[in-house]
């Protein structure tokens, strides 16, 4: 018994040693860590790029990466994708992080355990042959049917509130603070809600190094209920499979940590309270364009999580996603692409920004039907796809059928419609497209009348959104009305 008790006490105390350094042990620690770090960026590498990778995942994951993992690691240290490349210290921290477990960051303990690993990396070593095996993922086996979210009504009076959810900065491989942003969303674009979503492979994972715990801090500094919600997330970039936003965790990862659509969306549908939106669907270069997000194969486990795809970024408006950017489906937008497949997606966009620039890049904006302005009004919205695109500012529109907001999810039925436009600066809605399943069904020429009101036909696994062009040129994108189970 004696002996049972002093081995428990010993196991307890070793593992309070590594939980508890001191800073002085904690400062050495760091010291030894970013000198090898440096020493990795630092290095003239004898072999080529792809030998290094293969090389690193022997040394620290005991396997060696899949073609596809090769190929992604490789595309991110060449910078293609991002602004910036990752360093190759970066690569390695991440390796680290895949080591530590389901924990997504690195310990002190972790890393008190591993720093020898780190600091005696073979720079110079070519990769072994026919010792490593190659690392494997648990085998994506879900069905491709058509599975339904439940009936949803969004049957209450709301505000419309206008932001987005997509820009960068320094934290990743932007320009400027991430208070600069916040700030210029707030005080000098006039936006209602905004968040800064910086790329994860370029943020760290070091225990004195949180990125993303800073880019929350400072949201939540921004945060004013009644005034302007100051929400936050991170951009999953893959060179080849697209770019992904993931708002509302406190948690992140990144292409390398989780590199396939199935291990994201695993990993989303786990997180409670968070989205994700297809980032700017098409820009991927067409030597792979054939696997971005997997041509958009719908995911059970987030099927709920899941709820927009940008039909504008940067200054690609709304106009050129619906009729010039195409999609895998031919004759079809990535709006239509995506719910023709099985998701419930809603339409959002994002500036994008990189350049300083936070809500005035140009006027380009998410429109959100919300109860309040605050961050979980908002948040609720998105879930709820209660969302627009607009080219204008401050133009809004609404669309309702049998009194239910866009986004809503209705049983079949023959049903009254309405869709209602408004723009504080009287800039008036000439034409008006009304569309289901990707065809143009009802088209309407306005003039001082701004308000339609018509009847539909909804049957199983159609689906209905709106298309409004302004008599400036500026296009309105409705999320669609879904017609489930």
């Given at each position: ?356 620039d936070w809500g005035l890049r ?50 079949p039925g023959n049903y009254q ?69």
């Amino acid at each position: 018994m004696k002996t049972l008790l002093f081995s428990a006490l010993i196991v307890l105390l070793s593992q309070f040693s590594f939980a508890d350094l001191s800073i002085q042990e904690q400062d050495h620690l760091k010291r030894r860590t970013m000198l090898a770090m440096e020493k990795i960026d630092n290095a003239i590498l004898i072999n080529n790029t792809q030998d290094f990778i293969i090389s690193m995942y022997q040394q620290i994951l005991k396997v060696s990466p899949n073609e596809e993992e090769l190929l992604t690691i490789s595309m991110l240290l060449d910078g293609y994708g991002l602004h910036n490349p990752i360093d190759r210290s970066h690569f390695v921290e991440q390796l680290l992080v895949i080591k530590a477990g389901d924990s997504d960051h690195i310990s002190w303990k972790f890393l008190s355990e591993n720093i020898q690993l780190l600091e005696n990396l073979n720079l110079k070593s070519l990769p072994v042959s026919g010792v490593f095996e190659v690392r494997e993922f648990e085998e994506d086996v879900e069905v491709q049917r058509h599975r339904y979210l439940k009936p949803l009504r969004n049957n209450e009076e709301y505000n419309v509130y206008f932001g987005y959810l997509h820009a960068h900065s320094e934290l990743s491989d932007g320009r400027g603070d991430a208070r600069d942003a916040y700030s210029m969303a707030k005080e000098i674009a006039g936006l209602d809600y905004f968040a800064l979503t910086d790329h994860s492979e370029l943020l760290h994972f070091w225990p004195w190094e949180k990125k993303y715990k800073k880019l929350i801090e400072v949201s939540n500094e921004f945060n004013e209920n009644g005034r302007f919600a100051a929400l936050y997330g991170f951009e999953w970039s893959h060179p080849i499979l697209g770019h992904f936003n993931v708002v509302n965790t406190k948690k992140y990862t990144s292409a390398i940590l989780r590199p396939t659509m199935w291990f994201l969306m695993r990993w989303l549908g786990k997180k409670k309270g968070a989205f994700g939106r297809f980032n700017h669907p098409g820009r991927i270069n067409m030597k792979y364009w054939p696997k971005e997000f997997n041509k958009l194969k719908v995911y059970k486990k987030a099927l709920k999580n899941v709820v927009g795809i940008e039909m504008f970024n940067k200054r690609d408006g709304v106009k050129q996603y619906l009729y010039e950017r195409g999609s895998f489906k031919k004759n079809h937008n990535f709006l239509d692409n995506a719910n023709l497949k099985g998701w419930y997606v809603g339409t959002v966009g994002g500036q994008d920004n990189h350049d300083a620039d936070w809500g005035l890049r140009n006027d380009f904006r998410v429109g959100v039907w919300a109860k309040e302005l605050t961050r979980q009004g908002i948040v609720d919205a998105y879930f709820a796809r209660r969302t627009f695109a607009t080219e204008d500012k401050n133009a809004w529109m609404s669309f309702r059928v049998d009194g239910a907001e866009m986004g809503s999810r209705l049983t079949p039925g023959n049903y009254q419609f309405t869709i209602h436009f408004g723009d504080p600066d009287g800039e008036a809605v000439k034409s008006v497209k009304l569309v289901k399943r990707g065809r143009v069904i009802k088209e309407y020429d306005l003039s001082e009348n701004q308000t339609i009101t018509d009847r539909l036909e909804g049957e199983k696994k159609d689906y209905f959104y709106v298309v409004a062009e302004q008599s400036d040129g500026d296009f309105l994108l409705s999320s669609p009305v879904w017609i489930v189970k």
